[in-house]
Structures are given as structure tokens and as C-alpha cells.
């Protein structure tokens, strides 16, 4: 059974880092109208910390995609929930939990591009570069983190552990 191991990111580090890629995006963004996508399931807490440590106004909305079964990428990338609002024009901030592989991104960010944002920015908390197979890299990343799964702050594995307040290693009990 997968349980959550040792904690490799604590809720006070990711309280710190949320309020500094906040500061960055408020700045780069300051006096403009902005769209924050959370790319679902794994970003909505993120996303909800995020917008709230912002100093402007925002519009939310969600796209769910998926990739993976348990801890391993399936390589497709299924759209399961798509935005409600029209981007045209707009400043859009991707907000995601962990760029991975970057096949789930790329994919995201392709499909946006084509609906002709003002601005297409990515936010992500955690970056995986070593596992990247795709090219795709954020404009604002919170952590790089080695080659592991991991769970907590929204990340799961088969469903589980999103509620942990920090991000931790997954391991074999």
C-alpha cells in the first residue's frame, strides 16, 4: 500500500512561496484585468491560495484534463472538463500544481494559444525537470523537486492525499 513518506516541501515553505510567486505575478499583471486557469484536480488548492495573496482582481476557471493511472503517465491527454469563459484577448494565467513530463501542459497550452489569449503565462508550484519529455516551462515556478511521486497540497495518488497541507514522498508501507 503507497502512503505518504517523508515531507519533502512543509505547509510553512509552501505558505512562503505562494506569497512570493503572488508578489511576482501581481507586478507583472499590476493594473490589468487577468483570467486564472486551475488545471483540475491537482491545482485547486494552489489556485486558491494564489488568488487570494494576489493585489488584483481576478477571474477563475478550471479545465480538468488527465494523463495518469496511479503513479505512471498514460502519454494522452483526455480533456474531461473545458473552460466556461472566453479567453480571446484575455490575459491567461495557467496555474498547475506540477509540470511533469510537460505532455499535460504542452497539451493545455496549445489548446489555449489557438483560442487567441491577450497573454498566455504559466504559474506551477512544483517543477519536475527531470522527468520532462515536452519543452514546456513556466513563467513562475515555485519548486524544482527530484525524480519521486509525490502527494499533499492538492496531488494525489488514486485519489488520496490532496488534503495533506504540505507536499511529501510517496512510499511502499
Known amino acids: 500500500m503507497m502512503v505518504p513518506g517523508k515531507v519533502l516541501i512543509s505547509e510553512k515553505e509552501i505558505k512562503k512561496k505562494v506569497r512570493e510567486l503572488a508578489k511576482k505575478v501581481s507586478l507583472y499583471y499590476k493594473g490589468e484585468d487577468v483570467i486564472m486557469i486551475g488545471v483540475l484536480k491537482g491545482a485547486f488548492v494552489f489556485l486558491s491560495d494564489l488568488m487570494r495573496a494576489v493585489k488584483f482582481p481576478v477571474k477563475v476557471d478550471f479545465m480538468a484534463v488527465k494523463s495518469y493511472k496511479g503513479t505512471e503517465t498514460t502519454g494522452e491527454v483526455n ?3 473545458d473552460l466556461r469563459e472566453d479567453i480571446e484577448g484575455k490575459n491567461v494565467l495557467i496555474v498547475e500544481d506540477i509540470v511533469d513530463t510537460g505532455i499535460t501542459l504542452n497539451a493545455v497550452k496549445r489548446i489555449l494559444e489557438k483560442r487567441k489569449p491577450k497573454s498566455l503565462r504559466i504559474c506551477a508550484l512544483l517543477d519536475k525537470k527531470e522527468r520532462r519529455v515536452v519543452d514546456v ?29 504540505y507536499v511529501s514522498l510517496l512510499k511502499d508501507e
Open 79 to 81: 480533456i474531461l472538463l
Open 137 to 165: 516551462r513556466g513563467d513562475y515556478i515555485g519548486f524544482a523537486i527530484p525524480n519521486k511521486f509525490v502527494v499533499g497540497y492538492g496531488l494525489d495518488f488514486e485519489e488520496k492525499y490532496r488534503n495533506l497541507p
